[in-house]
């Protein structure tokens, strides 16, 4: 009988999975497709790719494609309860030494495994990999500390991200005029698909354990602290390093023939099983340590939390080698190509467009839509979310465009955009600014650092700017804007529903809505 019933609950948990898996592939489809679309209809008109890019860029976006749903998947049964039951039990140690020491330990280990930030290591000649890295882990292992203390003991988000934000733009002018948009870029992609998924978790885990009725909205915001940690450790590294010629050039791949074509992704598939595997492995060590000193999860439970971390794995592989193989030198391409057009300043509009597509192709953008979409009872709908990013990282992505053809320095655009954004915290209800600065990490995701980045450099090689001063920070601009579409959607919620936010609710109850997030709820609904 008991063997039976085990039977019938596998039987029901595959169902729950399949309808999952087909839910996150219309969403990946639904992402990718107008990209490809886009650069396809640019490459048979005004911009002719090689067709061996062309055919590179395909095979890419179908890997990303596969990827994003294994990601998405995993995400949800892996690094999302994870977080939730690492934060509930750190916070019932009722030990503030424990979770301090602990909250730095995990920004560390989470930023070592995020893939994008490999991505832009590897664009940065100037500065080794591992030191640029490590100094953007422990940025964000500081301000993960800052953020959950903020949970903790109930401190408004807005004065937090005034003071420092203040002290990112002093710390600016005395860093050399090269590294500034690479230390600005480094704050947007620390917060990716690794980091997202288990840090908003981590919030959920640690608010749930407040019986206040603001904990629901001190939920969201880590993600904009831990945004802000990065930059301003690199921008320290800058200080100290020596940061010129701070620029690797981008290599174009050519192939001859189909074989060549599979080779050059099967060559590039063990590095990536590889660099994976050394990224998630201090996540799996550290909750292994924290399944033995902590209650122990049931044993469905773990199961179901072990094929989250395989399908999470395999997602990442496959995403990162369509998207490095296949879309960064078709980005670069495209930019040289347009940019060296009569009428170049084409680049803008276009980059608009793309920009405004390419968001939805972030893994993260999804968590933070269903989280938003759950905490205001469905008031703030997803498609809204989604339109707002959307509008955002088009208007920042042409920003950068004129950035890359005008050499105006980026402190033009992001001094002021920051300004707005903070004076908008003023007006806008306290949910909408956490929201709001959470989603400017999210939308610079792989897909900005593997794509628009390149598009931003190929178009600067092509009028023949400055990559390190004016191609760099189209990361940093995406990161921006939403900050201010996001927060003017909050207004106009305001406007429409009065004072009454649906998001002041007892945390308890922000826990039971994230419950069908978490593996459990996949097992027993």
């Known amino acids: 009988m008991k063997a039976g019933l085990i039977r019938k609950q596998l039987s029901y948990q595959n169902t729950i999975i399949r309808e999952k898996m087909k ?55 892996s690094m999302t309860p994870m977080g939730e039951r690492v934060g509930g039990s750190m916070l019932r140690t009722r030990k503030l030494w424990a979770i301090v020491a602990i909250g730095f330990v995990l920004g560390v280990i989470i930023t070592v495994s995020e893939p994008d930030l490999q991505v832009l290591a590897g664009q940065v000649a100037a500065v080794p990999n591992m030191v640029l890295i490590m100094s953007v882990a422990l940025g964000v292992g500081a301000f993960l500390v800052i953020a959950l203390l903020r949970i903790l003991f109930g401190i408004p988000l807005a004065p937090l991200l005034f003071v420092f934000y203040a002290a990112v733009f002093v710390l600016a002018m005395f860093v050399p005029k090269g590294f500034l948009a690479v230390a ?10 690794m980091t997202v998924p288990f840090i908003m978790a981590l919030g959920v885990g640690i608010s749930s354990i407040r019986n206040d009725k603001h904990a629901g909205n001190d939920s969201f915001g880590l993600v904009s602290l831990c945004s802000i940690g990065p930059i301003i450790a690199v921008l320290i590294l800058g200080m100290v390093y020596n940061t010129e010629g701070s620029y690797s050039e981008t290599s174009v791949t050519q192939v001859s023939n189909s074989v060549e074509l599979g080779r050059l992704f099967l060559y590039e598939i063990p590095s990536y099983l590889k660099e994976i595997a050394v990224s998630l492995l201090p996540i799996v060590l550290f909750f292994a340590v924290f399944q033995i000193v902590s209650p122990k999860l049931n044993r469905k439970t773990l199961i179901k939390i072990c094929v989250g971390l395989v399908y999470t ?45 390419i968001v939805k192709a972030e893994p993260a953008v999804y968590v933070l839509m269903h989280q938003v979409e759950e905490l205001t009872s469905g008031s703030i709908s997803g498609k809204a979310m989604q339109i707002s990013l959307s509008l955002g990282v ?87 804007t939403p900050l201010i579409t996001l927060q003017i959607l909050g207004l106009v919620y305001r406007v429409r529903n009065g004072k009454t936010v649906a998001s002041e609710k007892p945390a308890t109850a922000v826990a039971d809505m994230y419950a069908e997030l978490s593996d459990d709820a996949i097992i027993e609904m």
């Open 313 to 357: 794995y395999i997602g990442l592989v496959l995403f990162l080698t369509g998207a490095n193989v296949g879309f960064i030198p078709a980005g670069n391409y495209l930019g040289n190509v347009l940019a060296s057009l009569p009428y170049k300043w084409i680049i803008v509009p276009i980059g608009m467009v793309i920009g405004y597509f």
């Open 394 to 480: 088009a208007v920042s992505v042409g920003l950068s465009m004129i950035r890359v053809l005008t050499g105006v320095s980026i402190l033009y655009f992001l001094v002021p955009g920051y300004g707005i954004a903070l004076l908008l915290t003023i007006f806008v209800p306290k949910i909408f600014t956490a929201i709001a600065f959470d989603s400017g990490g999210v939308a610079s995701g792989p897909m900005t650092a593997t794509f628009l980045l390149p598009l931003a450099q190929g178009a600067c090689l092509a009028v023949g700017g400055n990559i390190v001063t004016d191609a760099f920070g189209v990361v940093a601009m995406v990161a921006m």
């Open 184 to 193: 600005f870029d480094s704050g947007g992609v620390t917060t990716g698909p």
């Open 23 to 77: 839910e996150k592939t219309k969403e990946s489809v639904s992402a990718v497709i107008p990209i490809m679309l886009i650069v396809l209809l640019l490459g048979f008109t005004v911009a002719p790719l090689s067709s061996d890019i062309l055919v590179e860029f395909i095979i890419g976006a179908v890997l990303v494609i596969i990827g994003m749903v294994f990601f998405s998947l995993g995400a949800e049964l």
